[in-house]
């Protein structure tokens, strides 16, 4: 198994970070010198999204959802509250087991971390795949929607500024804030589904 240690350019994105994060991504296909060579030809250079992924392609995103704090058993996991009555607060569960055995299962909800949670999400459809301002400064222009602009809206996009470099646009939602480090995968799947082939 042949890996390449890989690491952003964190420093390119102004968003207050300067340490890169650093990634071993696994190379596949080929024999062992092939894949060796691949890597060592890559080395210290710059691999760009499109060099990676194309458009209409579906592909995985992996990252932190959003923080939530503490959370109680009612919000963590959806049980019902206790009658209005009811002494000692009524957003709990009412018996956490039986006496014997004398321990608390872990199948019992109980109060603690929501949120920050590592999440695997299948089956994102990327829409576009946008050249930086430098290479392109009307990075938004479509043929269907000839006007000169740039992907940034007006004021920036909020709690993040303006984007600068290359950007990837796609369908649905992706786990955690604004700023959050996001890793993309190839489909582990083969993608057969009229949704999955069709082209935007």
Not at 101 to 112: I, M
Request: aromatic fraction near 6%.
């Amino acid at each position: 198994v042949i890996r390449a240690i890989c690491h952003t350019q964190v420093g390119k994105v102004k968003i207050g970070q300067k340490k890169a994060h650093i990634k071993e991504i696994q190379v596949n296909g080929g024999t062992t010198e092939k894949k060796v060579d691949f890597i060592m030809g890559l080395f210290e250079q710059e691999v760009k999204i499109a060099d990676v992924f194309s458009q209409d392609e579906m592909v995985d995103t992996i990252g932190a959802t959003k923080g939530k704090g503490i959370a109680g058993v009612v919000t963590r996991w959806g049980v019902t509250r206790l009658t209005r009555k009811t002494h000692r607060g009524l957003r709990k569960v009412a018996c956490i087991g039986s006496w014997h055995p004398a321990r608390v299962s872990f199948q019992v909800p109980r109060s603690g971390q929501r949120g920050y949670h590592h999440r695997t999400e299948i089956n994102k459809k990327i829409y576009r795949i946008g050249k930086s301002l430098k290479e392109d400064a009307n990075n938004a222009c479509t043929e269907n929607d000839l006007t000169e602009k740039a992907i940034t809206p007006m004021g920036g996009f909020s709690h993040y500024g303006t984007v600068n470099e290359d950007f990837v646009m796609l369908k649905g939602t992706v786990a955690g804030p604004r700023k959050r480090i996001i890793t993309m995968r190839k489909s582990l799947l083969p993608q057969v589904s009229r949704r999955a082939v069709e082209k935007i």
